[in-house]
């Protein structure tokens, strides 16, 4: 008979005592053992064969087949050098729900690069604080008198933190007083997992443009979901959107709420109307990335009866009239920031890129 056995029978027969330890101890180990009763047996043999249950989930048959498929593509030299060294926990869900071995085999690649690039960094970073030590030390060394940036210089230097502070005064000055610009960041279930980050990517890039302009809009993030993981990887790219004051405006609200629709314009590129800019109207910007651009931003605009306009790039730009591009969304806020100080198109459009121009003149 096995011990365990015995141990269930002596939980039966203490029923009249009044030892709590003796009972809170008996209980404990029923609460740890009895779920796998039906594993424990009175055969010694069978003791000595006993197997715990395992989880037959699809997630983790799935997940063992995934980790077999791994396993045949390390053995292969030439995948081998594609796959990372380790597969992050948070990435399994996503890597489980891809149905065919080619979208997984981009995925270990996509993670492999990210783990060469961290290692990048994680060198460059060494060699910075190598350089560093050594400039102080040669500093340290020289008996005459010290001319850098923190001991004898001309200019004095200028803190991050003073910085930090001069661009949050002009942020303050833009909710007062500054024009409106909107993120229409309802287009989740338009884009994919990668579109999702590259359009993270490009909004933490607005939200840094506009901080360094020297006349910042008031930038609104508009029909937002907080429960999503786009608004969570957007929270993870601007940390500034979850203190207290982050000089920007982030709500579930439609803009048709915030402010009246005749001073709504929507900015696509499938509008027929060319933008003339004026101070007073409120630009609706699309938090959209699509590799195959479909006019998802016009029907919205129809739909809620906004008036559309596109920037007029064919008309001011050195581009191809028959030709118009599709500008990501960093572009879109870089041309209108220019637009609002130097107010003429023709300036404007120096930001756009020159392999545009060189492109199109071709």
């Known amino acids: 008979m096995c011990e365990t056995r015995n141990s269930f029978s002596l939980a039966n027969n203490i029923k009249n005592t009044s030892d709590k330890m003796i009972l809170k101890k008996i209980s404990t180990f029923q609460r740890i053992y009895i779920p796998f009763r039906h594993l424990m047996t009175s055969s010694t043999e069978n003791c000595q064969n006993k197997t715990f249950p395992i989880d037959s989930s699809p997630e983790n048959l799935k997940r ?50 990210n783990e060469d ?66 993120f229409d960041v309802d287009f989740e279930d338009e884009m994919d997992r990668r579109e999702h980050r590259t359009c993270v990517s490009e909004l933490q890039a607005c939200y840094q443009m506009n901080k360094l302009a020297r006349e910042p809009f008031h930038l609104h993030f508009c029909n937002v979901n907080y429960g999503n993981e786009f608004f969570k990887n957007l929270v993870h790219a601007i940390p500034h959107l979850k203190t207290v004051n982050p000089l920007v405006t982030v709500t579930s609200d439609s803009y048709l709420k915030l402010f009246p629709k005749e001073r709504l314009v929507y900015l696509t590129p499938n509008s027929k109307v060319d933008l003339v800019y004026d101070a007073d109207d409120v630009y609706i910007i699309g938090g959209l990335v699509d590799a195959r651009p479909k006019p998802v931003t016009m029907e919205k605009a129809l739909r809620e009866g906004i008036r559309t306009a596109k920037l007029p790039i064919a008309k001011y730009a050195e581009v191809d009239k028959n030709f118009y591009p599709n500008l990501i969304i960093k572009q879109v806020l870089k041309v209108l920031i220019k637009m609002s100080t130097c107010r003429d198109w023709k300036t404007a459009f120096r930001e756009l890129p020159e392999w545009r121009k060189e492109k199109n003149n071709s």
């Open 117 to 182: 690039y961290a290692d990048r960094e994680k060198r460059k970073k060494a060699t910075r604080q190598d350089a560093y030590l050594k400039r102080i030390e040669r500093n340290e060394s020289n008996d005459h008198i010290k001319y850098y940036l923190g001991a004898n210089a001309l200019f004095t230097k200028i803190r991050r933190k003073s910085m930090s502070k001069f661009y949050n005064h002009n942020l303050a000055n833009a909710v007062l007083f500054g024009q409106k610009i909107v």
């Open 64 to 113: 063992t087949k995934i980790e077999k498929e791994i396993e045949e593509l390390m053995s292969d030299k030439s995948t081998s050098i594609f796959l990372p060294s380790k597969i992050p926990q948070k990435e399994w869900p996503y890597l489980i729900s891809l149905p065919s071995r080619n979208q997984r085999r981009r995925f270990y690649r996509y993670l492999k690069n």
